[in-house]
């Protein structure tokens, strides 16, 4: 089950100066400049797939994907200073508490097991941690002021001894669950793939097999079902339950699609919500549950992950076809070159007709490969599925306006960074 994929057309530095100047809400006369210089190289480098619509227009950078207009969140009420805030920095001592706990509870007794289990939760290939990130900042918003970081010179061995709460930590067990059943669709997911790397490493399957692989995620599964258990709450285990199904549902789909489906955004955006938005949307309404709020803030929370996680997948489909191999961490045009067809190409089908009897004869051919590259240049697949993904990032936006109204100074800067956070999806380039 994927959550990203990627690929190696545009020039990193020029990018990365791209994005630079994009994060910034203030215009910077000398970043501008240096915009226009670079202008030409990214333009030369990106012609094939992109012709530099999305990025160009009248010699002004522009950003389908910019939010600044959603950071909105009850400031007249807050003290808070308006600098940005790096979302990950607000929860960083809860997110190594989870590291920790989460490198303890993947132990198991047969050696080569242990090894498979823990592969991905090593200390330097651990990834982003970016639904953990989520679902701690959720919860803060939700719940109120974020407790203190350990004080003890050792890491503690039960959470309750770091964060006394026993709210905070069940919530805290909601992110460690959601992660080891992430981890857990990646490593089948690479078998499904026959993928050679992820997160900038050696695939587990390409080093121990795909048999080893496969029972390493079964086994990451099965110590999710235990910590799930252990908080006594049948929603919230009928929510994260739902969950696996909907990832092998997702999978399934996109396995066994027919022609007519293989071209359908409708049947897309439904694969995409079963393979990616799913777990983080789930588990953001169990962060809610847990804390007692009505059905209405938990749909709220619930909205609010949906649409980030198809917004983020919706960046992935661009990413795979105008991101850095290295960046990313894993191969290049992954998605067409296994055959799946992706939201940038389903646009360039509805400017292009003739496309879809190339999409229909699959891309076992690499000729049909560069045929599709082709149109997909020659369209505005790229800019159109930015703009959606856009959309989806305002409405995650919108859910966090929508929530109730708070004084607090750490719920109103949890919700700003979880605003702060549909900005980082849209721009992000790995």
Sequence with gaps: MIFSRG???????SFNGLCRCLLSNRPDPHQFLAFKACSQS?????????????????????????????HQIHHQNSSIVEEPQDPFSLV???????????????????PKLASAAEYFFKMGVEGKRFRPTVLLLMSTALNGSIPEPPTQPEPPTRLEDAFPTELRARQQCIAEVTEMIHVASLLHDDVLDDADTRRGVDSLNSIMGNKVAVLAGDFLLSRACVALASLRNTEVVSLLSTVVEHLVTGETMQMTTAADQRCSMEYYIEKTYY????LISNSCKAIAILAGHT????????????????????IDDVLDFT???????????????????????L?????????RAVVEQ?????????????????SNGIQRTRELARKHASLAAEAIESLPESHDEDVLRSRRALLDLTHIVMTRTK
């Design 347 to 355: 646009f360039a089908m509805e400017e292009f007709p003739q496309l």
């Design 42 to 70: 990214l333009a030369d480098s990106t012609q094939k797939i992109l012709g530099c619509r999305e990025f160009w227009s009248s010699g002004l950078p522009t950003f389908p994907g910019s939010l600044t207009s959603r």
């Design 275 to 278: 393979k990616t938005a799913s």
């Design 295 to 314: 059905t209405e803030v938990a749909m709220l929370a619930f909205d609010y992950g949906k649409n980030l996680g198809l917004a983020f997948q919706l």
């Design 323 to 345: 991101g850095t191999s290295a960046s990313l961490g894993k191969g290049s045009l992954s998605d067409i070159r296994h055959g799946i067809v992706t939201a940038p190409i």
């Design 7 to 13: 690929f190696s057309r545009l020039p990193r530095n």
């Design 362 to 378: 699959g891309f076992d051919n690499p000729a049909n490969v560069e045929i599709a590259l082709d149109y997909l240049g020659k």
């Design 92 to 110: 960083s001592d809860e997110l190594s508490l989870i590291a920790d706990r989460l490198r303890a509870m993947v132990v198991a007794k047969v």
